[in-house]
């Protein structure tokens, strides 16, 4: 990881491949040109490029963009929503051919749009997982639907049985359905319930916003999975990542010296 000067109390970020703190940039349509100026800029600092919802069919240059990824060391993938487009019109087979035509290793299953039975889901991953890398979502794009942290916790235990590389908790572009109130803040009875039972590094949260991103950071360190990442939001989440930003300034400084800038700022005298 690029380092222009020593500084200490940095927390240690694993280097690519990453297996925990993965992050996942979300691509909503970014031109060849700039993807190679991500790259030039943020490359090392994002491991998945996910092509949102159905951009894929209608982005210039796909294939150069894959490439251009994937020569960066950076996993390109489709949305889950692409999929379930597939799925709808019953071309599953399509699909996995469309994955092949491109060669991804990558990609995501998900039922967020449309009602997929679960036993059907498994079906869907458990094939998918046998020539390569599933994701598969947990949570539905509704506000309206209300799915409980007891089933939560089933679907993503058997996602993960069924060949999940890791399942991801639906927070949407907006991050307010999902892990999260419609206001955007965390739901946090509901990811407690959750973490209780499943291994918080076999989940990717998606976390668009940066109160989100905090949130999650404090919760579980630097190296939590996080997703749907704006591409000009991947090098402010590092630093958030490593306490490079205020709102994650003392995460990882020594309790010693917390307590003394703290004091320190406690007797400063107020100003007439």
């Not at 993807?35 to 994002?46: A, K, P, Q, T």
């Not at 209780?196 to 190296?223: C, H, M, Y």
């Amino acid at each position: 990881m690029n380092k222009n000067f020593n500084l200490t109390y940095i927390p240690n970020r694993p280097e690519k491949p990453r297996e925990s703190g993965t992050t996942m940039m979300m691509d909503k349509g970014l031109s060849l040109r700039e993807v190679e100026n991500l790259i030039d800029s943020s490359g090392e600092y994002f491991d998945i490029a996910k092509f949102g919802f159905g951009t894929a069919y209608v982005v210039k240059n796909l294939e150069e963009k894959i490439k251009l990824y994937q020569s960066a060391g950076i996993r390109p993938y489709f949305g889950g929503t692409l999929f379930e487009l597939f799925i709808a019109r019953n071309k599953f087979n399509d699909f996995r051919k469309l994955l092949d035509k491109y060669n991804l290793d990558l990609c995501e299953v998900s039922d967020g749009s449309i009602i997929i039975p679960h036993d059907k889901k498994l079906e869907y991953i458990n094939t998918l997982s046998k020539d390569r890398t599933v994701m598969s979502e947990v949570g539905s794009k509704d506000a309206g639907i209300i799915i409980s942290p007891a089933k939560w916790i089933k679907m993503m235990s058997t996602e993960l049985e069924a060949g999940s590389w890791k399942v991801i908790a639906e927070g949407r572009e907006s991050g307010t359905v999902g892990v999260f109130r419609p206001n955007g803040t965390a739901h946090t009875y509901l990811i407690n319930k959750i973490i209780a039972k499943i291994d918080p590094n076999s989940i990717l949260w998606e976390a668009p916003k940066k109160t989100q991103q905090v949130w999650f950071i404090r919760l579980f360190g630097a190296n939590v999975n996080l997703g749907n990442i704006a591409p000009n939001e991947v090098i402010p989440l590092e630093c958030l990542r490593l306490g490079l930003r205020g709102d994650t300034f003392f995460e990882f400084l020594p309790e010693k010296i917390e307590k003394t800038l703290k004091q320190a700022q406690d007797d400063e005298p107020e100003e007439d």
